[in-house]
C-alpha cells in the first residue's frame, strides 16, 4: 500500500517526539538491541548487527530477554499512545515561558472548596521565615496554538541554596480545584529543597476563563463533536512539554523529576509517567483504577452529568455500560482498552512507582485493581527492580487524600529523589 506524504510527515514527527519524551530507552535501543547474543542453527552463540539478522533461532529467555521485551513493548505502547495524542492537537508554538501575575481570588468549579487538611500535614523543614525564603514564579508556558495551550504554573523553591541543581517534582490538583489549592504541599516541598511545581489542569483554574462550568463543559462538547480529550489525555500532552521545559531549566536536575497528583490529577500523572519517561519517580493518589473492569462489572461511573447528557443523546433510559463505553471511546479513546491500567503502568517499570488508594473507594474498586497490579508487579520484576514497586490501600478510606497518604508519598521521593541519579539502563 502506498504511503502518502502527509503520513510519512505524521509518523517522523511522532518519532521525534516519542525519542525525545523517552531519554532511558533511546540509549536502550542504540546500545542494547545492535548485539543480541543469538544461536545460529548448530554454531553456538554469536553476535551479530540487528540488521543482518535473518532465519535465526532466538536464545532461550533470561532475564536479559525479558527486560529487552518488556522494554520495547513500552516503547511502542509510548508510540501509540503519542500518536492518539497528537491526532488531537492543534498547531505546535515555540516553547516560550512568560512572566504572569499571581492569582489573587483562583477558581473553585464548585460550592465547597476541598479542605488541605492533608496537605498540610506535609513535613517542612524548620524554617521559621519560610514565607520570606520562597522564591515564587508565575509563568504561562506555550504548548499549543489554542485558547487551552496556555499552561498556568506556579513553581516555588528556596531562594537561598546550593549552585547544583535540585530534584523537582510536578503536583497536580483534583477536579474542580486549581494549582492555588496546592500551595501548602508545594511550600512543604520547597522547604527541603525541591523545586516544587503545580499547574492547572485544562478547564480549571486560570483556564477555566472564570466559569464554575468549564469542565463539564468541555467533557460534553468532547462528546458530542470528538474534537478534544479533556478527560486526562490532553492535560498529558502538556505535562510532556511541561518535561522538556523542566529539564532545560538551569536550577533542576532533569534526572530527578518526580509527579504526583489526586485523583483527575492523579490519572494525570500516572500517564504522563507513562507517556514519559523524564518523569522518574511517580506517585499517584486515590486514582489508579481499571476501567474496563469498571464497565465490564458495573460501576457506576463518576462525571454524573457528562454520562447522563449522553444517556439522553443515545435514547437511553439508563445509563448502561454501552452509554459508558462509548463515552469513553469518544473523549478517551483506548483508556478503557489498549491505555487502560493493566497496560499503562507496567509501562513505567523500573522507574519508582507507588501507588497510594483508599480501600472503601467506590471509584476505584480493589477488584479492578488485581490485573494491573500484577502486571505491574511481573514488569517491575523483568527489570530487575521489584523494590521500585509498591501499592497500599489504605483501610477503612474512600476517596479521600489522608494525612498518611501524604506523608508515605513524601518518604517515597526523599528516597529515590534525594539519591541521585533515577535514570535505568
Known sequence: MAIRLPEIFLLGSLMVIAIAADLTLDRYWKTALP???????????????????????????????????????????????????????????????????????????????????????????????????????????????????????????????????????????GGNTNKEWLRPWLEAYASRGYVAIGLDARYHGERAYNCKTASIDALISSWRNGKTMPFVFDTVWDLIKLAEYLTKRDDIDPKRIGITGMSLGGMQAWFAAAADTRYSVVVPLISVQGFRWAIDNDVSPVLKALFEQARIDLGKSVIDKEVVEKVWNRIAPGLASKFDSPYSLPVIAPRPLYILNGAKDPGAPLGGLEVPLKRAEKAYKDTGSPGNFKFKAEDGIGHEVTSSMIKESSDWFDKFLKQGDTTYE
Open 35 to 173: 548485539n543480541i547474543p543469538i544461536i545460529q542453527g548448530n554454531k553456538g552463540p554469536s553476535t551479530v548487527p540487528l540488521c543482518r539478522r535473518t532465519n535465526l533461532f532466538l536464545p532461550p529467555v533470561t532475564t536479559t530477554t525479558r527486560v529487552m521485551d518488556s522494554q520495547s513493548q513500552a516503547r511502542m505502547f509510548r508510540l501509540d499512545f503519542l500518536r492518539l495524542l497528537h491526532s488531537r492537537r492543534s498547531p505546535e508554538v515555540p516553547l516560550i515561558a512568560e512572566s504572569s501575575d499571581p492569582v489573587e481570588n483562583p477558581l473553585f468549579q464548585t460550592d465547597v472548596i476541598p479542605s488541605t487538611k492533608a496537605l498540610e500535614s506535609c513535613p517542612k523543614e524548620d524554617i521559621g521565615d519560610l514565607k520570606e525564603m520562597l522564591k515564587e514564579e508565575n509563568l504561562h508556558l506555550h504548548t499549543e496554538d489554542a485558547e487551552q495551550g496556555r499552561l498556568p504554573l506556579l513553581i516555588l523553591s528556596l531562594k537561598e541554596g546550593s549552585e547544583e541543581r535540585r530534584p523537582a517534582i510536578v503536583f497536580m490538583h
